[in-house]
């Protein structure tokens, strides 16, 4: 669905279809070159990276590419990260001498992703690194090394494309800041 679906509950647009696309383009071309030779495994962080994930690795021109998901929680419903984080869903893959790339919509305390780089990297890969499409400001509080970023966006509360305000708005093409009085 697009903005004029879901009038009123955005404050505003953030990024269209077509400035997400374009960024992923970008970000595939580094990665292309990057892991040139090898072979990559993408893994995603459901179910926000859903979209992120379709579109990267159909964009990316690398035969030697595989896909799994682990489901990780750190939110309730709510909009403020909860510092636990719980796997609801592990790989499927053994990680021994793999080059892992995390493949994340959006970081926000950092804390999800600074806990998955910590597990993914206990599990004997080659190398593990980040690719996230937004980062938000209080990221930097924590260490988090992301090698290939998308956007970093202001400190508000983003649906669309993947990211939910409880479990709606994923379906949204284009990402919005969401309206105070959709959570109030
Ligand atoms: P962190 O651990 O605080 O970095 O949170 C990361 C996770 O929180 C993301 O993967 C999202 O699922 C969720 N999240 C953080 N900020 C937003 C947002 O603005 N909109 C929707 N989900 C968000
Ligand atoms: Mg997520």
Not at 103 to 113: A, F, H, K, P, W
Request: hydrophobic content about 45%.
């Amino acid at each position: 669905m697009d903005v004029e679906d879901v009038q009123g509950d955005l404050s505003s647009v953030l990024l269209t279809r077509e400035q997400i696309q374009a960024k992923l383009a970008e970000l595939a071309r580094r990665i292309e070159a990057d892991y040139a030779g090898e072979r990559v495994l993408l893994v995603g962080v459901l179910k926000g990276a859903v979209m992120v994930m379709a579109d990267l690795i159909r964009e990316l021109r690398l035969v030697d590419v595989e896909m799994d998901w682990m489901a990780v929680s750190s939110y309730g419903a709510g909009t403020q990260s909860s510092g636990v984080v719980r796997i609801l869903k592990d790989l499927d893959t053994d990680l021994s001498g793999r080059h892992v790339l995390i493949v994340e919509d959006i970081i926000d305390s950092g804390l999800t992703l600074s806990w998955l780089l910590g597990n993914l990297g206990s599990r004997g890969a080659a190398s593990v690194k980040v690719c996230a499409l937004l980062r938000k400001p209080d990221a930097a509080k924590v260490h988090v090394a992301v090698t290939y970023l998308g956007f970093d966006i202001p400190n508000e509360f983003v649906v669309g494309y993947g990211l939910d305000f409880a479990e709606r708005y994923r379906n949204l093409t284009s990402i919005g800041v969401l309206a105070p009085h959709v959570y109030a």
